[in-house]
């Protein structure tokens, strides 16, 4: 009996290794479900509101079209739809070898006529043209960081015809229902390779609450939303802070008393109590609008708390305060975070008061990177803050460094905290890997075996 | 006033009076029974609050005990004082909490009332409530007031102790006294209720809470919610809220304060005064309507007995009026038997002794005229008797004495004889005239003209040898015409005009006037003769009176009939030794003109 019960033990383990290697090996199949919480009316990168607001399309961009460039995590960009590119001395026109092979979800060749006709759409200014299998991109003005700015959204390659929208990524739209749902089929010819997953099934502007009561009632895979509401939330994956929150004055000032105010109110904020209470310590203090891991120098702009340089200077100032301060009302913690910056700076003997209506003087601002290069997430950050397009002298971090500082020492805005993103997943969701930029990365996502089965 | 309308407005106004006293009295007692009524109203619905509002209190407290008492509380405790002091795990706890129990505030704080998690105001974590009275927490609900980040709130809160280990937590807890909470309360019909929210100095509207919403002048409270908040006790007080008084509210206000006797609230009780206001215009109508019923019976009745009352004095005064008028025989038929009737018959006995005496008088006029008629007939037919009766003897002297003489003396006789009788016959003949005075034929009549053709007859005689001259003036203005009879006018001058030159034996002025008035002529004729005594004036114009040793008397009197028969006036002024002056007032009467006679008419006098 001895040998047939070794031989039994043998096969079970043999199968339970099996089944083992099953559940950690990536493996083809299944539909992903996710909600997300913000909306989306236009899946055309180009849209307008796509590029200025924060929609989603800004993660799932990546799943149907490409871009010439893509950036690492550094920022700095890398071979996508281009292969290779060069420019000539002053960097005013660029040329782009493009990737052969490649084919539009309907079926149509990647050229450098649609390639060129795409990019004028997003950029009516651009000189494109098409010149055999490349592209040239020329400018009136040198813009050395073009490459990266191929990266961007906008800059996605797409056909449209007839009021047709295809794309050349990993996905295809099988249904659209703008705001709702949207759902997408891998593509089985996708020059990146196919999908683990056969499609993605993505529930649009869902409350924060029902997103975490469908993922606990086992309707969706994959919720998204802010870290500080995942922090106790297991499967939770956080993203690099990849958002600014910080406080946005709405006009110059208008003395030096009031520039010496807003220094005042800057040191009253505890970000670190802000942080590590109402963010539960999810994000970073920040006293610079880009994040450190961008820069490596943001450790340079003090956050600091200073109550006592906060009394001295509104005491210098021969003027008493008497601010709004307006903030989203969908935004889970920007009540909180407005009202606790209101008693920090009554600590300090300004007055600010928090309003939902009427004009506000101060706004309490949450804006999403759109890019992992600091040139221009700088310039986006500058555009959605209101303030003048930074200047920036050559590619050095120094210029970046001098730029960023000319644009807080207008003291139109005050830096408090850069944010995660995060998403919760199910158990069953293996290979999660989102960029730095926010874009989803799901072609290498897959799903357990339990999930695929019918 | 007559006197029976005085009667009638006695009559009237004790009615009035009475029926005005008795509605006085009705909507006193009225006013007094309402606000009786509206006092233990007021009295119910205090009572009401209070039990409501103990009735909440116990409510906080129980939830409060709860949350107290329950794991949750204990593991924020325990966690809170081991995690050296982390907010963090807790910053959304209070609210969470709070919202399963129910309640609008919830506040975790530790012994130093340091706020742990708040559910009112998240951000305030690591600030501290001073005004906790946590050394000594109230065993029952207590009223606060409330910081808010936008606001300031009042609320009913209780406090309770969470023990863990050797530390301790305190949980704050309870409900807003807000809108929801007045509008709990059962109000009768008329009645409400609103909180004033004593937040700020002076009177801010926004604090009032009023339900009903149908608040819409505060400042007309803001007085008396001052004077609450000074003297800190209830009070009572009537708002006028528009100029309708049907919109009157009396408020009855009750301060409310917190555990440090500050008062952080007034409970305003209002009641309309609509309801006493009605039923105050329905006592008025009432009254206006048995006022004016009790009035109109009151004229009716008061007039009947008026009637009853003065129907025979009225009789005695139409009596008198008729006596007064000259019907002397007038009589007053009085039916019964009070004093009316001896006054009545006091003034018929009157009467009648009137009548006979003036029966005498005329009687004795009438002797006294016929005396003085044959006075004046002997004495104007005796002048001429006289000579008759010297010629006759003269002629039969003649005859018996002087027969050659005879036919001569008969010749010179007869003559004189003649003559005699011819002045018997004009005697004779002027009485006969006065008897005869014609009535007047109206025609348009210049008086200046008719004044102008009397001076030209008389300026003769105004120049008579062996009299002294007489100077005539004419002061006419533009008298206008009249309608009169120039003939008789003209004889009426006339007359006038003989009689100031007699006066004027000496001589003297005469003077013709004449002064248009609009109804009227004003005719004056004035000499400075020997002058009338006042006798003499008064009975210059009777017939047969005269001041002169000859005359009939009838002259003046002609002159006063041919005026009065035109419908004037004449009068005389004079003084002795002065003159005379005659003023005829003589209305132009152009509506006695009958067809051609408007044309303007100048004869010769008759």
């Known amino acids: 009996m001895k040998p047939i019960r070794s031989l039994w033990l043998a096969i079970s383990l043999v199968l339970l290794i099996t089944s083992a290697q099953a559940e950690t090996r990536p493996h083809y199949g299944g539909a992903l479900r996710v909600a997300i919480a913000e909306p989306l009316s236009s899946l055309d990168p180009a ?79 651009w000189n494109v043209s098409a010149a055999g299998d490349s592209v040239v991109i020329e400018s009136d003005t040198p813009d050395a960081s073009l490459p990266a700015e191929l990266a961007l959204l906008q800059n996605s390659i797409a056909l449209r015809t007839g009021g047709r929208l295809a794309g050349t990524g990993p996905f ?57 509401q995942m922090v106790r939330t297991a499967s939770t994956v956080t993203s690099a802070p990849d958002q600014l929150l910080a406080l946005m004055f709405m006009r110059n000032a208008q003395s030096p008393e009031e520039m010496r105010l807003r220094q005042a109110l800057s040191s009253a904020i505890d970000r670190n109590s802000l942080n590590g209470v109402v963010l539960q310590g999810t994000g970073e203090p920040a006293g610079s609008l880009l994040p450190n891991w961008m820069t490596g120098y943001g450790f340079l702009f003090s956050s600091s ?22 903030y989203d009302m969908n935004d889970p913690i920007a009540r909180v975070v407005s009202e606790r910056i209101a008693l920090n700076a009554q600590d300090a003997g300004l007055n600010i008061q928090p309003a939902t209506t009427g004009v506000a003087d101060i706004k309490l601002v ?70 730095q930029d926010g874009n989803w990365d799901l072609p290498n996502v897959w799903l357990s075996m339990e999930k695929n089965k019918p | 006033m007559s006197f029976r309308r005085k009667l009638l407005a006695v009559f009237a106004l004790t009615v009035f009076i009475s029926v005005a006293t008795v509605a006085l009295i009705v909507s006193a007692l009225a006013r007094q029974a309402f606000e009786k009524s509206e006092e233990d109203r007021t009295a119910t619905l205090v009572a009401q609050f209070q039990r409501e509002f103990n009735q909440r209190g116990k409510e906080i407290t129980h939830r409060v005990e709860a949350i107290a008492s329950s794991d949750a509380a204990t593991r924020i405790a325990f966690s809170f004082n081991s995690n050296g002091k982390d907010y963090a795990p807790f910053l959304g706890e ?58 300031e709130a009042l609320g009913l809160f209780s406090i309770a102790k969470v023990n863990a280990g050797d530390s301790s937590i305190y949980v704050i807890g309870g409900s807003r006294l807000d809108k929801e909470f007045i509008a709990g309360l059962e109000l009768p019909v008329g009645m409400r209720a609103m909180f004033y929210e004593n937040f700020r100095a002076g009177f801010s509207p926004q604090a009032l809470i009023d339900p009903s919403g149908t608040l819409k002048d505060p400042q007309r409270i803001a007085g008396f919610i001052q004077d609450v908040l000074q003297q800190k006790s209830e009070s009572t007080t009537l708002i006028h809220w528009s100029e ?35 039923l105050r215009q329905h006592i008025r109508s009432a009254t206006l309507f048995a006022g004016g019923a009790g009035l109109l019976l009151a004229i009716l009745l008061s007039g009947w007995a008026a009637t009853r009352v003065t129907k025979p004095v009225e009789q005695l005064a139409h009596a008198a009026r008729e006596v007064a008028a000259g019907n002397w025989d007038t009589q007053v038929n009085v039916g019964s038997t009070d004093e009316i009737a001896e006054l009545a018959e006091s003034f018929n006995h009157m009467t009648q002794e009137l009548l006979a005496q003036r029966e005498n008088l005329v009687r004795a006029e009438r002797i006294a005229a016929w005396k003085e008629l044959a006075r004046r007939l002997a004495h104007e037919l005796k002048n001429p008797l006289f000579p008759l009766q010297l010629t006759v003897e003269n002629l039969i002297r003649a005859r018996e004495q002087s027969p050659e003489l005879f036919e001569e003396i008969f010749h010179e006789s007869a003559t004189t004889l003649l003559t005699e009788i011819t002045n018997l016959k004009s005697i004779i003949s002027r009485f006969s005239d006065f008897s005869k005075m014609p009535q007047p034929q109206f025609q348009l009549v210049q008086i200046n003209d008719l004044l ?48 100031t030159v007699e006066a004027m034996p000496q001589g003297g002025n005469l003077t013709l006037l004449t002064r248009p008035q609009e109804n009227s002529v004003i005719i004056e004729i004035q000499d400075t003769g020997k002058g009338l005594s006042q006798e003499e004036c008064k009975r210059l114009f009777t017939p047969y009176y005269t001041s002169k040793t000859h005359g009939t008397g009838l002259g003046l009197a002609i002159v006063q009939s041919v005026i009065n028969d035109h419908g004037g006036t004449i009068r005389v002024q004079s003084e002795l030794e002065q003159g005379t002056t005659f003023t005829i007032t003589l209305p132009r009467n152009l509506d006695k003109l009958q067809g051609d006679a408007k044309m303007t008419t100048h004869k010769e006098p008759r």
């Not at chain 1, 229902?177 to 993505?202: C, H, Q, V, Y």
């Not at chain 1, 830096?415 to 199910?426: E, I, S």
């Not at chain 2, 009157?248 to 206001?277: K, M, N, T, W």
């Open chain 1, 47 to 125: 849209d307008a509101s796509n590029i200025s607001g924060e929609t989603a399309i800004h993660k799932i961009a990546s799943l149907l079209f490409d871009t010439l460039t893509t950036l690492d995590r550094r920022g700095e960009p890398q071979p996508a739809l281009a292969t290779s590119w060069k420019s000539d001395f002053n960097s005013q026109r660029w040329e782009l070898q493009l990737r052969a092979g490649v084919k539009f979800s309907d079926g149509t060749a990647l050229t450098a006529d649609s390639v060129a006709a795409s990019l004028r759409v997003a950029n009516p200014h």
């Open chain 1, 172 to 228: 295809i739209v099988t249904q659209w229902d703008a705001n709702k749902n949207l759902t997408l089929a891998a593509r089985e010819d996708d020059w990146a390779g196919r999908p683990f997953i056969d499609s993605l099934e993505i529930s649009i502007a869902r409350l924060p609450r029902d997103e975490m009561l469908s993922l606990d009632l086992g309707k969706v895979d994959v919720i998204e939303a802010a870290a500080e």
């Open chain 1, 305 to 326: 708390f200073n109550l006592d340089h906060a009394r001295q200077t509104r005491a210098g100032a021969n003027q008493a305060s008497s601010w709004k301060i307006g």
């Open chain 1, 366 to 435: 949450r804006i999403s990177l759109i890019s992992s290069n600091a040139n221009i997430a700088l310039t986006q950050l500058a555009t959605r803050l209101q303030l003048p397009p930074p200047s920036f002298h050559g590619d050095s971090a120094e210029s970046l460094y001098s730029a960023e500082s000319a644009l807080l020492q207008s003291q139109r805005v005050i830096p408090l905290l850069h944010l995660r993103t995060a998403v919760v997943l199910d158990k069953n969701v293996h290979g999660w890997n989102e960029n």
């Open chain 2, 94 to 151: 209070a609210r969470y909490i709070a919202e399963s129990q129910q309640l609008d505030f919830l506040e975790f704080v530790d012994a130093q009332g340091t706020i742990i998690s708040s559910a009112q105001w998240p951000a305030k974590y690591g600030y501290a409530d001073k005004s906790l009275p946590l050394s000594q927490p109230p065993p029952d609900a207590f009223l606060k007031k409330e910081d808010l980040p936008d606001s």
């Open chain 2, 244 to 278: 309708n008084a049907a919109d009157d509210e009396a408020l009855h206000a009750i301060p409310l304060s917190d555990p440090d006797h500050q008062v952080v609230g007034i409970l305003l009780v209002g009641s309309s005064r609509g309801q006493y206001v009605e």
């Open chain 2, 452 to 499: 102008r053709d009397v001076v030209k007859l008389f300026q003769a005689q105004f120049q008579a040898p062996g009299k002294g001259p007489i100077q005539c003036t004419l002061k006419l203005s533009d008298a206008g015409q009249v309608a009169a009879d120039p003939e008789l006018l003209h004889r009426a001058f006339s007359n006038l005009v003989l009689n």
